[in-house]
């Protein structure tokens, strides 16, 4: 049945549909995740953008282990004739989709923020149709789509709940990302120790870069909120100069040296952990010290 589907839509294929799906994968994509994060961290609420990144960044975390445990082929690796299309987007292992759970927790994550009705229909579209581009564009089994679903689901919904309980609770929260941040290290030494020791073909360049991330963030908000707490009140003019340079700092970052570092899983690692720590930082930092935050002194 799953083989149905997917030749389904290998036969309606058309250069409009391809335009169409292929703008629906992208609304699932790091860049414009990356965009819309900052946007709410410096400008809108410090703590509703951490929780919305926290959450997704979790939920991307999970799917990546799911993917390392089943590592499950993509249909096109499998079925002569599924052709696969925007290829650069599918890295790693096929099950659960990362495209669909990624959309889905972040689109209905907002749409629990928003609390807008028209905003929930909107969220729970572009969640289906993200799915849906997935299995059009040949890089995911049916499969793939619901258990991203099921899993963003289950993230936006309940992750999300409780990790804005847990920031207005130090003690807890600080439980929290102490246990985050150990355990996905334990897991990537683990990993680390099957591919290099064992010999087991493992790809772990998303797992490093999501893990990277995590820690540079987690790092960074904490160490903020103790020394400046900033706050995200300013003119209209220096929230949008603060977010282009910001902006265009993280991409630099995440982008930029991807062409100075050499080849490497570490420099990978480096290149997600400074891009973490620059924006929950390192530019909060840059923007008190340049007048375009203020800061409310220690965070208890």
């Not at 149905?4 to 058309?14: E, G, N, P, S, V």
């Not at 300013?234 to 991409?251: E, N």
């Amino acid at each position: 049945m799953q083989e149905d589907i997917l030749y389904f839509f290998q036969k309606i294929a058309h250069p409009g549909l391809d335009l169409f799906f292929n703008t629906m994968s992208f609304v699932a994509e790091q860049y414009l995740f990356i965009a819309i994060f900052s946007l709410i961290y410096w400008n809108v609420s410090k703590k509703e953008g951490f929780a919305l990144t926290f959450t997704f960044l979790l939920s991307s975390l999970a799917n990546e282990l799911l993917k390392l445990l089943f590592r499950t082929p993509r249909p096109y690796q499998v079925l002569e004739s599924i052709n696969g299309k925007r290829l650069s987007t599918a890295t790693g292992y096929a099950f659960p989709s990362g495209h669909t759970q990624g959309a889905t927790t972040f689109y209905i994550s907002l749409a629990a923020w928003f609390k807008k009705p028209w905003f929930w229909v909107l969220a729970f579209i572009i969640s289906f149709l993200v799915g849906i581009s997935r299995l059009y564009l040949g890089v995911h089994w049916p499969i793939d789509v619901l258990g991203g679903w099921f899993l963003g689901l289950l993230f936006a919904i309940w992750v999300y709940r409780h990790i804005l309980i847990a920031i207005e609770k130090p003690r807890v929260f600080n439980w929290m990302v102490g246990i985050v941040v150990v355990v996905s290290m334990l897991i990537l030494g683990y990993l680390l120790y099957l591919r290099n020791v064992k010999g087991i073909a493992i790809q772990l360049e998303n797992y490093l870069r999501i893990s990277a991330i995590i820690m540079g963030s987690l790092a960074g908000y904490l160490i903020e909120i103790k020394l400046f707490n900033y706050q995200t009140q300013s003119t209209k003019l220096h929230k949008w100069i603060r977010y282009l340079v910001g902006l265009i700092g993280s991409l630099g970052i995440i982008g930029g040296l991807k062409f100075v570092f050499p080849d490497g899983d570490w420099f990978v690692f480096v290149r997600y952990l400074l891009a973490g720590f620059w924006i929950s930082f390192l530019f909060p930092t840059l923007g008190i010290w340049l007048g375009w935050f203020t800061k409310t002194g220690q965070h208890n």
